[in-house]
């Protein structure tokens, strides 16, 4: 799915829970808070992001250090996309915030962010976690990875 939205033209933004745009209601918006969500902030160029009225509200380049503030990533990975220079402990604090109905999905909706490909095998709970940290472990000598547990993150 990441490289699906990496190369889309536009992604649209329905906040169903912001009726103005303010920046406390950004802050209460339950579309920053959802896992899957994150891939759909970061991967794409050019986000839309329209309120419950459908009023376009802004983009997450105009309202990059808004969503930077509700959702702890960084406002130039937003405005650019470049997530190859953040440490792991920087890309897993982005989903600590996060928010899933499926436990493996806390692993899952992160692959993309650490560019990796493992099977999705729903049903086998916190061991996706451990899967996923293997897997960056892999890629990576940033030992910060240990850092998060098999707790819900």
């Known amino acids: 799915m990441y490289m699906w939205y990496k190369r ?20 209460a918006a339950s579309w920053f808070k959802r896992g899957w969500t994150l891939q759909e902030l970061i991967a794409p160029s050019n986000v839309l992001i329209f309120n419950k009225r459908w009023t376009l509200n802004g983009t997450k380049h105009t309202l990059s250090g808004t969503i930077s503030e509700a ?9 650019t996309g470049n997530i ?14 996060r928010e899933t109905t499926r436990i493996e999905d806390q692993a899952y909706y992160l692959l993309g962010i650490f560019d990796i490909s493992m ?3 729903y049903g086998e709970g916190k061991r996706a976690f451990i899967r996923l940290q293997e ?8 030992h910060t990875l240990f850092a998060w547990g098999t707790r819900k993150i």
């Open 71 to 79: 959702t702890g990533i960084d406002e130039l990975v937003l405005k």
């Open 119 to 121: 099977p999705t095998i």
């Open 8 to 27: 889309s033209g536009v992604c649209i933004a329905y906040l169903d829970d912001v009726e103005f745009g303010t920046s406390s209601e950004y802050m």
């Open 135 to 142: 897997e960056v472990l892999k890629r990576s000598n940033d």
């Open 84 to 97: 190859a220079h953040v440490l792991v402990a920087r890309k897993m604090s982005w989903a600590s915030r």
